[in-house]
């Protein structure tokens, strides 16, 4: 089965701090993702990738910023924490084309900053 | 814009009663359909999925799916709820223009003894 794994599950960082968060995934896929989830909000692109040092904007990019150095690897760097990026934080990956697989998440980090 | 419609924020039913919970979706062109369940404080586990084979799409844990194109619909059904069934269900479009999936809001199903 694949996998995709974030590194943290909780984290808690306070206002202004420069957080990481990472994710790893397993099975060669091409194409990754990160997505916020909020209450009544649903599921909001932040940024993907389609390839190594590749990325894109999602709908949401403002705040936030990425890394693709190596394929199987792709970090959420938000640059100045403040506290409306509390949230929970999803990953994701999917080969190409993704219509066929759908994607692959991971267990999401429930980040707070206060 | 292609976009996917979840009726119903949340749904209650009783344990063993039937559950129905509903999607509608947008597409000019024959879509990949994908229903997504995510458990307290987890990531999203793919149901089952649609890829223009099969009408009626059979997924883990009892559930299933009846792709209609007449009626653009893609509803998640399960003849039996059981407790461990309380969860969030989202419902996914591949959109043909990005090539990414579009997600609906999701409904929140409670199940209740």
Redesign the interface.
Same mark, same amino acid.
């Given at each position: 089965d694949v996998k995709?794994t974030?590194s943290s599950?909780y984290l808690v960082k306070r206002t202004g701090e420069k957080v990481f968060l990472e994710c790893v995934q397993d099975m060669d896929h091409e194409n990754m993702?990160w997505y916020r989830q909020d209450p009544?909000? $649903?599921?909001r692109?932040i940024y993907?990738s389609y390839d190594v040092k590749m990325k894109e904007k999602g709908d949401i990019p403002e705040g936030y910023s990425v890394s693709r150095e190596k394929k199987e690897r792709f970090s959420l760097i938000l640059e100045s924490a403040s506290t409306n990026q509390t949230s929970m934080y999803?990953c994701?990956s999917s080969q190409q084309?993704? $219509?066929?697989?759908?994607?692959?998440?991971?267990?999401?980090t429930?980040l707070t900053v206060v | 814009a292609q976009s996917v419609t979840q009726l119903g924020s949340h749904v209650s039913v009783s344990e063993g009663a039937l559950v129905l919970l509903r999607c509608n979706y947008s597409s000019s062109v024959p879509p990949y359909l994908f229903w997504y369940v995510q458990y307290p404080n987890q990531g999203l586990q793919l149901l089952l999925k649609y890829t223009s084979a099969a009408t009626l799409v059979k997924g883990i844990n009892g559930f299933e799916a009846e792709f209609k194109k007449s009626e653009t619909s893609f509803h998640l059904t399960k003849p039996s709820a059981h407790m461990s069934d309380a969860a969030e269900y989202f419902c996914a479009a591949l959109s043909s223009n990005t090539g990414k999936l579009i997600f609906g809001q999701g409904t929140t199903l409670q199940v209740k003894p």
């Open positions: 995709v974030q599950r993702f009544g909000l $649903g599921l692109l993907f999803l994701a084309p993704p $219509g066929l697989y759908g994607y692959t998440f991971g267990s999401g429930r | -």
